[in-house]
Nanobody, 119 residues
Framework: QVQLVESGGGLVQTGGSLRLSCAVS????????MSWYRQAPGQERELVAA???????NYAPSVKGRFTISRNNFKNIFSLQMISLRPDDTAVYYC?????????????WGQGTQVTVSS
């Protein structure tokens, strides 16, 4: 069982910045992909950014150029740096990992952290 603990959400004004972090209780050696999702009220959860084990990254078009996903292999933490925030970035943000362990694939989610961008 892998545990994910998120931190860094909060309230920020339009144009501001926030950094979300996700601490992972397992070695990154077994993790295929680390991702950030978000869910706004009344909307489906959507992929925001992902980073694969080979370092390749993927971003939703709405955040490309504003958000950066990164990882720290020594501290088992991955992060989402968000700049130029807009009101439509307001959502609960969830971290997610996809683990391959003993030939089986597992998916784990963080508890979610609220990001609110005021206009």
């Amino acid at each position: 069982q892998v545990q994910l603990v998120e931190s860094g959400g909060g309230l920020v004004q339009t144009g501001g910045s926030l950094r979300l972090s996700c601490a992972v209780s397992a070695s990154f050696h077994s993790i295929n992909q680390m991702s950030w999702y978000r869910q706004a009220p009344g909307q489906e959860r959507e992929l925001v950014a992902a980073i694969a084990s080979d370092g390749n990254t993927n971003y939703a078009p709405s955040v490309k150029g504003r958000f950066t996903i990164s990882r720290n292999n020594f501290k088992n933490i991955f992060s989402l740096q968000m700049i130029s925030l807009r009101p439509d970035d307001t959502a609960v943000y969830y971290c997610n990992v996809d683990q391959l362990y003993l030939g089986n694939q597992y998916v784990y989610w963080g508890q979610g952290t609220q990001v609110t961008v005021s206009s």
